[in-house]
């Protein structure tokens, strides 16, 4: 049996990020936005059974997010 405990955004608080998600992209909404994409990948990842470190599936979402804010 595994447990899974999700606690991102519970216990840690991803509001001190958007100093950089305004400079980065002009907005603090970002700041939700790249944590849906990472919240999808670490999913993801889990549920296909790979291994991806959270600081690579972090740095995907957020060249993922920069992506399409650049083609706005």
Partial sequence: ????????????????????????????????EWFLILQERWMTTNLI??????SNLA???LRQLGAKHASR
């Fill in 49 to 54: 059974g790979r291994f991806e470190p959270f």
């Fill in 59 to 61: 740095r995907s979402a």
């Fill in 1 to 32: 049996m595994h447990l899974v405990f999700d606690v991102n955004e519970t216990l840690i608080d991803t509001r001190a990020l958007d100093p950089l998600f305004q400079r980065w992209f002009d907005s603090e909404a970002a700041r939700p």
